[in-house]
T-cell receptor, first 113, second 112 residues
Framework: GAGVSQTPSNKVTEKGKYVELRCDPI?????LYWYRQSLGQGPEFLIY????????DSGLPNDRFFAVRPEGSVSTLKIQRTERGDSAVYLC???????????FGQGTRLTVV | SQELEQSPQSLIVQEGKNLTINCTSS?????LYWYKQKYGEGLIFLMM?????EEKSHEKITAKLDEKKQQSSLHITASQPSHAGIYLC????????????FGKGTKLSVIP
């Protein structure tokens, strides 16, 4: 596609439920990043993929968060047993080469009620 | 960990005025990125600076990375309502790290 696509754009879920957030990067981009942005804050790094492998997952807050990128293209961020504190905008970005211009998607606004 | 402080937190300017946004790091900057974000949208890449003293311009926006590489400034000349939004600076940690640390952003409003 022309840009990074994230679905859904909005997700409301009940506390304790499981959610999946999808990111479709720009075709051919091998580097993919997930960030989380809370209201009034800058994005916070979660995880970085180079190809299919998670090269850096040091930003994942705890073991309820997990991300995959099985074929080196689409990535899914999975959150188990959601908590109200997980409410935020989850941003995905991709780049052709690491540490260069990264293109961000519109984000998924997650609300845990 | 590296921290980025942006100033001012918010800014209201009259259309046509010039303005500057600053980004100060607690550590040496290896790569400094400027992004713009509008409410409900993703980040739009503006510029990337890597070398001390480097300066880049795009249309009416100029970004500089100071010689000591711990501060960057973003300057907008003759501001327009289309410049309104949140400006974020992000820095990479160097040493093979691929994650960016972002500041909290500067909210710019331009009054017609």
């Amino acid at each position: 596609g022309a840009g990074v696509s994230q679905t859904p754009s909005n997700k409301v879920t009940e506390k304790g439920k499981y959610v999946e957030l999808r990111c479709d990067p720009i075709s051919g981009h091998t580097a993919l990043y997930w960030y989380r942005q809370s209201l009034g804050q800058g994005p916070e790094f979660l995880i970085y993929f180079q190809g299919t492998g998670a090269a850096d997952d040091s930003g994942l807050p705890n073991d309820r968060f997990f991300a995959v990128r099985p074929e080196g293209s689409v990535s899914t961020l999975k959150i188990q047993r959601t908590e109200r504190g997980d409410s935020a905008v989850y941003l995905c970005a991709s780049s052709s080469i690491p540490n260069t211009e990264a293109f961000f998607g519109q984000g998924t606004r997650l609300t845990v009620v | 960990s590296q921290e980025l402080e942006q100033s001012p937190q918010s800014l209201i300017v009259q259309e046509g005025k010039n303005l500057t946004i600053n980004c100060t790091s607690s550590k040496t900057l290896y790569g400094l990125y400027w992004y713009k974000q509008k409410y409900g949208e993703g980040l739009i890449f503006l510029m990337m600076l890597q070398k001390g003293g480097e300066e880049k311009s795009h249309e009416k926006i100029t970004a500089k990375l100071d010689e000591k590489k711990q501060q960057s400034s973003l300057h907008i000349t003759a501001s327009q309502p289309s410049h309104a939004g949140i400006y974020l600076c992000g820095a990479d940690r160097g040493a093979g790290s691929y994650q960016l640390t972002f500041g909290k952003g500067t909210k710019l409003s331009v009054i017609p």
